[in-house]
């Protein structure tokens, strides 16, 4: 069975730092484009940052460029974005998503898998 785990949300401090994990499980990752996108309530789903299966190229949402990296480690079958100097406006609902066509863009349509989410919420 194809699933994706997301973990490592929860309540930081505006300025904080959070990592997600998304682990995994049914398939290998290894040749997936994975993504992370967000929605927060009221809003669209936003593609935040993707790293391609093919190159390994990467991908970033000009909201978060400069604070978040994404990084994959296929021999766990985890990808991982770390999120640093978190802000209130980075709050959301954080989903990691496959692309089994590996390249891995910021478009939810591209996406084959889909995890449940972890909650983000940057508050003082």
């Known amino acids: 069975q194809v699933q994706l785990v997301e973990s490592g949300g929860g309540l930081v401090q505006p300025g904080g730092s959070l990592r997600l994990s998304c682990a995994a499980s049914g398939f290998t990752l290894d040749y997936y484009g994975i993504g992370w996108f967000r929605q927060a309530p009221g809003k669209q789903r936003e593609g935040v940052s993707s790293i391609s299966g093919s190159d390994g190229s990467t991908h970033y949402a000009d909201s978060v460029k400069g604070r978040f990296t994404i990084s994959r480690d296929n021999a766990k079958n985890m990808v991982y974005l770390q999120m640093n100097t978190l802000k209130p406006e980075d709050t959301a609902v954080y989903y990691c998503?496959?692309?089994?066509?590996?390249?891995?863009?910021?478009?939810?349509?591209?996406?084959?898998?889909w995890g449940q989410g972890t909650q983000v919420t940057v508050s003082s």
């Open positions: 998503a496959a692309d089994s066509s590996g390249w891995g863009r910021l478009t939810p349509i591209d996406y084959d898998y």
